[in-house]
């Protein structure tokens, strides 16, 4: 059964936006706090941002001043608007909670590329 439904991603250039999207169950969305996870190609799944019910946020230091992570509690929803964006940005977006994850959805692909 789906928990999340991550979308917003394609391909963009460099110095770009964009901004994903997650819908999450209510038994996620109501845990102590949501990500934006991603896998780059070779790489392992890291946490890039995170945001917990009473409003704190986190990021990656690569993402840093250019990644903002939001969510409207009313929608169960979780953003990601992605600025200033880099080819080394380029992933498969996830969304799952935070710290305790539970099924990984399909994810959203990412591009970054001239």
């Known amino acids: 059964q789906v928990q999340v439904v991550e979308s917003g991603g394609g391909l963009v250039q460099p110095g770009g936006s964009l901004r994903l999207s997650c819908a999450a169950s209510g038994s996620i969305f109501s845990m102590y706090g949501m990500g934006w996870y991603r896998q780059a190609p070779g790489k392992q799944r890291e946490l890039v941002a995170s945001?917990?019910?009473?409003?704190?946020?986190n990021y990656v230091d690569s993402v840093k001043g250019r990644f903002t992570i939001s969510r409207d509690d009313a929608k169960n929803a979780v953003y990601l608007q992605m600025n200033s964006l880099k080819p080394e940005d380029t992933a498969v977006y996830y969304c799952?909670?935070?710290?305790?994850?539970?099924?990984w959805g399909q994810g959203t692909q990412v591009t970054v590329s001239s």
């Open positions: 945001i917990i019910r009473g409003g704190s946020t």
């Open positions: 799952n909670a935070f710290p305790i994850r539970y099924n």
